[in-house]
């Protein structure tokens, strides 16, 4: 008797010989670069002092000031309302997850929505929590720029008596550089789209990064860490549901093929061997069809 294959199982989109390629230490390592190359050019511009540089090259076309720092387009439009259509795009992906957690047509968008959900707010709050401690002042607050404190480092000791800061890294440019993870969500949906995705994010990045730096709200090396922040974590959450979804095949696996035929679970018969021969109080199963009974003579 010819050995017999289960059938293919239902799993989430581009599960099995996709997945595992996924998994190879050449794709870890092309999308692991990126983050890692953001964080070193960033460190770099702060080292070298080239943000200050790029600074003083916007303050001076500008006459020496900010003057689009409270202007209605780079505030009220790129700033406010940017902020406002991210967090309701976020909401946007919210509805349409419930939506599929309530329609069983629909399963195989749940985990790639919810890595969308939840790496978009992971970025965002991260970058806002190490805002909170990094303590680095935005231009507009360096007495170079026309405020009224000295540059201190990021890992410099910041003076006493020096008021905090939260100006490190771009909080406004996570708003959209946490969109990148649109290009693991269409990596798990439609690959060919991966790209389109990848740009919405660098875009609404970009935008609201530059914005807020001709406003005199952050470096240039601000957004950098922000975009490699929001990578790293889109990469983590793609990870996690890739293994999510491993796991899910496998045990949808073991459950469509049932008890192993060729051991007598009964007790009453010797294990068989040779893969391919079943016992004989086990009627064969016929091709492409499973089926959870077994037929006994």
């Known amino acids: 008797m010819a050995p017999v294959n289960p059938p293919p199982i239902a ?12 998994w190879s230490p050449r794709f870890l390592l092309a999308h692991s670069l990126p983050a890692l190359l953001l964080a070193l050019l960033g460190g770099g511009l702060m080292s070298l002092q080239i943000d200050q540089w790029l600074a003083d090259l916007l303050y001076a076309w500008q006459g020496q000031q900010w003057a689009l720092r409270s202007s209605f387009l780079a505030e009220g439009l790129i700033h406010i309302l940017g902020r406002d259509l991210s967090t309701a795009a976020w909401l946007c992906v919210l509805a349409a997850w419930v939506v599929a957690r309530l329609r069983g047509g629909m399963l195989h968008w749940r985990r790639p929505l919810a890595m969308l959900l939840l790496s978009t707010l992971l970025a965002t709050a991260l970058v806002a929590w190490i805002k909170s401690w990094s303590n680095m002042d935005c231009p507009w607050d360096l007495a170079r720029y026309g405020g009224t404190r000295e540059y201190v480092g990021l890992l410099s000791l910041r ?14 440019a996570s708003a959209g550089y946490a969109w990148m993870a649109l290009y693991f969500f269409f990596l798990v949906m439609w690959p060919r789209w991966r790209w389109a995705g ?11 990064g530059v914005t807020q730096q ?12 922000t975009a490699a922040i929001c990578w790293g974590v889109a990469l983590g959450g793609y990870l996690l549901q890739r293994a999510a979804d491993g796991a899910g095949t496998r045990v949808g696996r073991d459950h469509l093929a049932g ?23 086990v009627a064969p199963r016929a091709p492409g069809v499973w089926s959870p009974r077994t037929e006994r003579k």
């Open 159 to 172: 003076p006493i008596g020096l008021p905090r800061a939260a100006c490190f890294p771009g909080g406004h």
């Open 214 to 225: 001709l406003r005199g709200a952050h470096f240039l090396s601000h957004d950098l860490w």
């Open 259 to 281: 008890p192993d035929p060729h051991v007598d679970t009964i007790g009453r018969g010797a294990t068989h061997a040779h893969v391919g021969y079943a016992p004989a109080n």
């Open 198 to 208: 990848l740009g919405v994010g660098i875009g609404l990045g970009l935008l609201f």
């Open 11 to 22: 799993s989430h989109a581009h599960v099995g010989r996709q997945g595992e390629a996924n």
